[in-house]
């Protein structure tokens, strides 16, 4: 689990560079491997992320921000708003992931890079994101709805050879 902790840490920290610079995750990511190196099985998984949610990225800043009271997506701090995006990635898109993995995961980033309170605040926002892609009624959930639409975007993606 350890590989995959260092990936989700790189990953946070090559979306707070392209928010702070302004440039493109992939980009981001190209000059964070260029300059801090990493293990090779890290930077596949913190890719996997960082391309997902480049893809994902305003369907994942909608649900921030509805399920976010009294915080506008802007106004958040740059590290608990790209932890947020990690996460919720993995709860729409990655359903082999258990969603208390990914919370989890997402409250031990916000305690090591983020202000005092920020495990608090991602926690409750991951929270009402669950049980608002949990709360489905009668067919699909709104996950299941969410990992088709990521697959079938993620296969159109090879399809044209993005």
């Given at each position: 689990?350890?590989?995959?902790?260092?990936?989700?840490?790189?990953?946070?920290?090559?979306?707070?560079?392209?928010?702070?610079?302004?440039?493109?995750?992939?980009?981001?990511?190209?000059?964070?491997?260029?300059?801090?190196?990493?293990?090779?099985?890290?930077?596949?998984?913190?890719?996997?992320?960082?391309?997902?949610?480049?893809?994902?990225?305003?369907?994942?800043?909608?649900?921030?921000?509805?399920?976010?009271?009294?915080?506008?997506?802007?106004r958040m701090s740059i590290v608990?708003?790209?932890?947020?995006?990690?996460?919720?990635?993995?709860?729409?898109?990655?359903?082999?992931?258990?969603?208390?993995?990914?919370?989890?995961?997402?409250?031990?980033?916000?305690?090591?890079?983020?202000?005092?309170?920020?495990?608090?605040?991602?926690?409750?926002?991951?929270?009402?994101?669950?049980?608002?892609?949990?709360?489905?009624?009668?067919?699909?959930?709104?996950?299941?709805?969410?990992?088709?639409?990521?697959?079938?975007?993620?296969?159109?993606?090879?399809?044209?050879?993005?």
């Amino acid at each position: 689990m350890a590989r995959r902790r260092r990936s989700r840490e790189m990953a946070v920290k090559v979306l707070y560079q392209a928010d702070m610079s302004g440039v493109s995750i992939t980009e981001a990511f190209q000059l964070f491997c260029e300059h801090f190196g990493g293990a090779a099985e890290s930077k596949v998984f913190a890719k996997e992320l960082l391309d997902g949610i480049d893809a994902h990225l305003d369907e994942i800043n909608s649900l921030i921000s509805e399920s976010s009271e009294h915080w506008r997506l802007d106004r958040m701090s740059i590290v608990d708003r790209n932890i947020l995006r990690l996460a919720i990635y993995e709860l729409l898109c990655r359903p082999e992931i258990p969603a208390k993995v990914s919370i989890n995961e997402a409250v031990e980033l916000g305690k090591k890079f983020g202000a005092e309170d920020s495990g608090a605040f991602i926690n409750g926002i991951l929270d009402r994101i669950r049980l608002h892609l949990r709360a489905g009624e009668g067919g699909t959930t709104q996950a299941e709805e969410g990992a088709a639409s990521c697959q079938a975007a993620e296969a159109g993606g090879e399809a044209d050879g993005s």
